[in-house]
């Protein structure tokens, strides 16, 4: 029994030890990327060299987008780290581990973003190759920057009781700037093409619309959206009734 006991007493103190260290990393993980560059409030991190030039111009890029969104920056500066090797992926992504960035708040304001081309503003898909398109390098800073400026507005409880399609939809919306099509994406929507399926693609293509509907066709506020989010099926049946 003493056995037991003192095994137990070691998992007990162990465990919160581990979980205080991991959250620790998580907060302050700048030693583990040695490469890092500013340019105004946005600071990249990486675990690789890179061209000091081009990551300015990224995030840059990102910068201009965040500047359209009307959320309050609680904090001035934002750290992005790219893991490009795989075990730091795995630690800082987590459970997430795959996708193309997280923004764990309220843990952290800190931004961690998968393997990157940043000479070529591009992230780099799990398959190896550059993530094509309009969802480039300065998307994904603005997109996770923008899930920490909504959480930082809203406070955790009322942040991750957001429906996804205005949690995701929003920051799709900052992170896409204008590049997005309205009458592109509503075309699509009404022919129910694959990507409009999130659970299919993987791409926000459908919530970014209705986002946009609310914000740039009905006239509504971001604080408005944020605050009183209708239903799903509610905007969607607005967007299938609109005057093309």
């Not at 990393?25 to 700048?30: A, L, T």
């Not at 340019?39 to 990224?58: C, G, M, T, W, Y």
Request: proline letters at 6%.
């Amino acid at each position: 029994m003493s056995i037991w006991k003192s095994t137990i007493l070691r998992i007990t103190v162990a465990v919160p030890a581990l979980v205080a260290l991991y959250a620790v990393v998580v907060c302050f993980p700048q030693p583990l990327f040695l490469f890092s560059v500013r340019a105004n409030s946005l600071i990249l991190h990486s675990d690789r060299p890179f061209s000091e030039d081009a990551a300015k111009q990224v995030l840059q890029l990102a910068e201009a987008k965040l500047a359209k969104s009307s959320l309050p920056a609680n904090r001035h500066d934002f750290d992005i780290f790219v893991c490009n090797s795989r075990w730091r992926q795995v630690l800082f992504f987590n459970k997430d581990y795959g996708v193309g960035g997280v923004a764990p708040y309220p843990l952290t304001a800190n931004v961690f973003l998968r393997d990157a081309a940043i000479e070529q503003n591009r992230l780099v898909s799990p398959r190896g190759i550059p993530v094509a398109g309009d969802r480039t390098l300065d998307y994904f800073i603005a997109h996770e920057i923008t899930h920490q400026l909504t959480g930082q507005t809203l406070g955790p409880l009322r942040y991750y009781r957001l429906p996804q399609w205005v949690r995701e939809g929003y920051a799709d919306y900052i992170g896409k700037g204008d590049s997005f099509n309205y009458g592109e994406a509503r075309r699509a929507f009404l022919a129910d093409v694959p990507e409009m399926n999130w659970e299919k693609s993987g791409l926000y293509w459908r919530f970014h619309l209705l986002v946009a509907h609310l914000l740039d066709h009905r006239g509504w506020t971001v604080e408005r959206l944020l605050n009183d989010p209708p239903s799903q099926q509610t905007v969607e049946a607005l967007v299938r009734l609109e005057n093309p």
